[in-house]
Nanobody
């Protein structure tokens, strides 16, 4: 089995900063990519930033220049540094990992999600 455990998040004022972390553990053969998504009340889940293995980062236009995604491959951990937060960034943030899981009778490529963490930027 694979687990993604998130940490970080919380409440900040407009213009503040927060850092999210997400550590993947368990029956992982390899990771194809990791990323962050968010879901605001009444809205669909949307991409925030992704970092495919061996490829360049991808950001939503709304966060470019303010958010930075990074990975520590040795720790199977992805981070999201969020600066200059705005009230419209308020949402539950989820990490995602696209990986090869060897827990079954054969390895399978699967998507896993973290438990979600609330980020609130007050005005």
């Amino acid at each position: 089995q694979v687990q993604l455990v998130q940490s970080g998040g919380g409440l900040v004022q407009r213009g503040g900063s927060l850092r999210l972390s997400c550590a993947a553990s368990g029956s992982i053969s390899s990771i194809y990519g990791m990323g962050w998504y968010r879901q605001a009340p009444g809205k669909q889940r949307e991409l925030v930033a992704t970092l495919p293995s061996g490829s360049s980062t991808n950001y939503a236009d709304s966060v470019k220049g303010r958010f930075t995604i990074s990975r520590d491959n040795a720790k199977n951990t992805v981070y999201l540094q969020m600066n200059s937060l705005k009230p419209e960034d308020t949402a539950v943030y989820y990490c995602n990992a696209d990986l090869l899981d060897y827990s079954g009778s054969y390895s399978q490529r699967r998507d896993y999600w973290g438990q979600g963490t609330q980020v609130t930027a007050s005005s």
